[in-house]
């Protein structure tokens, strides 16, 4: 009886054991993607101040400047390339 017990307690300390590092282990991970996610946040910008590359500030969705301007087309001036100009097929064709 007296070995039962001694097996059941060590059982149940290794299992608190366990759920403690998984809990640890949640815990770090968690704060691992916080930190990324802090970091990454702001639209370019993060809290520390530093800026991503490649990253525009400017909204595509903000008024533009002229009345012929329109919202949300192109890259508000930040990409530098006009529009590709397509040419329309002489024949449709087909595919069977």
């Known amino acids: 009886v007296l070995q039962e017990q001694k097996r059941k307690k060590n059982k149940m300390l290794k299992k608190k054991q366990k759920a403690k590092e998984l809990e640890e282990l949640r815990e770090k991970g968690k704060q ?3 930190d ?3 970091n990454s946040k702001g639209g ?3 809290k520390s101040g ?5 990253v525009s500030k ?16 192109g890259t508000c ?3 530098g390339q006009p529009m590709t100009q397509f ?4 024949k449709l064709v087909y595919k069977r």
């Open 32 to 34: 691992n993607w916080l």
């Open 36 to 38: 990324f996610f802090n």
């Open 44 to 46: 370019g910008s993060s």
């Open 50 to 54: 530093k800026s991503l590359k490649g």
């Open 58 to 73: 400017k909204s595509i969705f903000a008024s533009p400047d002229t009345i012929q301007g329109k919202v949300g087309v």
């Open 77 to 79: 001036g930040t990409g």
């Open 87 to 90: 040419t329309q097929p002489d």
